[in-house]
């Protein structure tokens, strides 16, 4: 059985960072997009950044500059290193992966940025 766990999220003041990484099991072969998505209160889920197995990225435009992704594809990693956070960037957020014509959602981490 497929499972996404994510971890590293918690509470900071705006400025800070945060680093949450996600960590895929029971997967055989390769996965291929790993991203990172994000659901405010009472907002969509809204794609935050994706990676390629070649390590092609995507970023919202609200975090360009800010986050940066990436992956670990012998460890079927992804991380989110999350830097200059503000309060707008409060979500709960989602690791997925994309393998064997399925995606696959963590069960989500909460970030919350303080003013």
């Known amino acids: 059985q497929v499972q996404l766990v994510e971890s590293g999220g918690g509470l900071v003041q705006a400025g800070g960072s945060l680093r949450l990484s996600c960590a895929a099991s029971?997967?055989?072969?390769?996965?291929?997009?790993m991203g990172w998505y994000r659901q405010a209160p009472g907002k969509q889920r809204e794609l935050v950044a994706t990676?390629?197995?070649?390590?092609?990225?995507t970023y919202a435009d609200s975090v360009k500059g800010r986050f940066t992704i990436s992956r670990d594809n012998g460890k079927n990693m992804v991380s989110l290193q999350m830097n200059s956070l503000k309060p707008e960037d409060t979500a709960v957020y989602y690791c997925?992966?994309?393998?064997?014509?399925?995606?696959?959602w963590g069960q989500g981490t909460q970030v919350t940025v303080s003013a």
């Open positions: 029971g997967i055989i072969g390769s996965i291929n997009t």
């Open positions: 997925n992966a994309d393998w064997n014509a399925d995606s696959y």
């Open positions: 990676i390629t197995r070649a390590g092609r990225t």
